[in-house]
């Protein structure tokens, strides 16, 4: 849209004449704020308990159990080699074959 295109739709737009609004909008309104402030606004340690409890229903409990039990597995199952097993860190390096060991770095 060229710019001179967007100022006449603007100067359409602005000619138009507003909705009428209805009969009671105002009274919601001032009827929505005073509500609002009667109520007063959670604390920080209500929204807390809020979320904890949001993450403490047996949903949430379940699935992070599901989670832990797949990663696990799938995790037993990634270092199992053929022959044995291997530990997740290597710790080979203070084994009595080592190189660190052999060549005198450590005695």
Not at 28 to 53: K, M, Y
Not at 93 to 105: D, E, L, Q, T, Y
Request: no cysteine; hydrophobic share 40%; aromatic share 8%.
């Amino acid at each position: 849209m060229k710019p001179h295109e967007l100022d006449s739709v603007l100067t359409e737009l602005g000619a138009r004449p507003l909705p009428d609004l209805p009969g009671s909008f105002r009274q919601d309104v001032w009827r929505e704020i005073r509500r609002r402030q009667q109520d007063p606004a959670p604390s920080w340690t209500e929204r807390i308990e809020q979320l904890l409890a949001g993450f403490l229903q047996p949903q949430p409990v379940l699935a992070s159990l599901i989670l832990a039990v797949f990663i696990g597995v799938s995790g037993a199952s990634w270092i199992r080699v053929e022959g044995g097993t291997k530990t997740g860190v290597d710790m080979e390096i203070f084994g009595p074959r080592s190189a660190a060991i052999n060549f005198g770095v450590w005695k």
